[in-house]
């Protein structure tokens, strides 16, 4: 099983990037796929996740500016953050689990994760 997260960079307040993860090895229909984020010297955090169903969950400090999307046929899944903040600065991981729509935002759900892409926002 392989996730390869990509797409981090350095980018100003209120610029967008795109990360996206592919997956392998899995059958990915079948998996929820999430997002966190760990920024420096502070714990892991849920950011997003997107069930094969279309239905989507975001933490409260991302709602309105990120948006996640899968596409199951390319086995990947994509996370569009705009109107970025120094503090959506972290290293992104995503993850994948079976997952339901109660204990998403628990780390020990997902069975799989990705190495992590590197976002800096600079003010």
């Known amino acids: 099983v392989q996730l390869q997260a990509s797409g981090g960079g350095v980018v100003q307040a209120g610029g967008s990037l795109r990360l996206s993860c592919a997956a392998s090895?899995?059958?990915?229909?079948?998996?929820?796929m999430g997002w966190f984020r760990q920024a420096p010297e502070k714990e892991r955090e849920f950011v997003a996740i997107?069930?094969?169903?279309?239905?989507?969950y975001y933490a409260d400090s991302v709602k309105g500016r990120f948006t996640i999307s899968r596409d199951n046929a390319k086995n990947t899944v994509n996370l569009q953050m705009n109107s970025l903040k120094p503090e959506d600065t972290a290293v992104y991981y995503c993850?994948?689990?079976?997952?339901?729509?109660?204990?998403?935002?628990?780390?020990?759900?997902?069975?799989?994760w990705g190495q992590g892409t590197l976002v800096t926002v600079s003010s």
């Open positions: 993850a994948a689990g079976r997952i339901g729509s109660r204990s998403y935002r628990r780390q020990s759900e997902y069975d799989y």
């Open positions: 090895g899995i059958p990915f229909k079948n998996y929820a």
């Open positions: 997107a069930w094969s169903s279309g239905s989507t």
